[in-house]
């Protein structure tokens, strides 16, 4: 039987440009926002505002113009330098952290326990400034500031630095937060992210992100809050490849070899 080398090597070629070509159809897929041009982002107007929950931890100043009154209100921690025989506390206080109670509360100075689950920032300056009102002269309006001290989002998943990120913003996308882990790999599935949430009951809820498609930028969780974790699955082509074991890779290898000497053959012979 004759065999056509010049036959099988047609054969195999096109069976590599095949398979080439099919790998790069799935390059639709990775782009973000594809159809941004089209999308009226108007409904995402608006300021994002990071509600409170429990276990968050919170930074709580009070100001009037009586230092020793604002005192009061302001619970300092000093660092201490420990010697042999005494403990100096240092200057330079800085303001004790409120952690926010399973059941929403803090205890704060004077005034004892206050209900800030659910409030906003602002909201939670307005309630603390008008129960401190009460305890200081008539004339005097208190300025409250309530930071955030910091949150922690987790990604995992087809990124580059998988891990828990600690949040020091109340507005904190899931691009933001994809940045920070390095951004996904080229297996990630952009069109299928999923975002875990735990509300301030503990219940845990799913859902599923499109960033190929720049309507998510409306989404009610583009925007994250405490604690969620985004996984970015991977897709078809990192899953067939993780089924690669090592007889498949001897098959690739014992093709490439035949290739290469198919090709040898094929030039030799068509000199």
């Known amino acids: 039987m004759k065999f056509n080398i010049k036959g099988s090597f047609s054969i195999i070629a096109v069976s590599c440009v095949a398979f080439v070509l099919s790998s790069c159809v799935s390059y639709k897929k ?133 891990g828990a990120f600690n949040v020091n913003s109340e507005k904190y996308s899931v691009l933001q937060a994809l940045g920070a882990a390095g951004d996904m790999t080229i297996y990630g599935m952009r069109d299928n992210v999923l975002l875990i949430r735990e509300d301030a009951k503990g219940e845990k809820t799913t859902h599923r992100l499109d960033l190929n498609d720049a309507n998510v930028i409306k989404s009610p969780y583009f925007y994250l809050q405490q604690n969620d974790v985004v996984y970015v699955q991977p897709n078809k082509a990192k899953a067939k490849n993780s089924d690669i074991g090592s007889s498949t890779s001897l098959w690739f290898s014992a093709t490439s070899i035949l290739i290469s000497l198919t090709s040898l053959m094929y030039n030799i012979l068509k000199k």
């Open 30 to 162: 990775v782009p973000y926002f594809q159809n941004a041009d089209q999308v009226n982002l108007s409904a995402s107007r608006g300021i994002h505002d990071a509600r409170i929950m429990p276990k968050d931890v919170l930074s709580i100043s009070v100001t009037t113009p009586d230092k020793e009154v604002s005192s009061q209100f302001n619970q300092l921690v000093y660092n201490t330098l420990s010697s042999s025989s005494r403990a100096v506390a240092t200057a330079g206080g800085s303001m004790m952290p409120y952690t926010v109670g399973a059941d929403g509360n803090i205890n704060f100075p004077i005034v004892g326990k206050i209900n800030v689950q659910g409030l906003t920032r602002r909201e939670c300056e307005d309630k603390i400034a008008g129960l401190v009102k009460p305890y200081l002269s008539s004339d005097i309006n208190p300025v409250v500031v309530v930071e955030f001290q910091s949150y922690t989002v987790t990604v995992l998943g087809e990124v580059a630095r998988p």
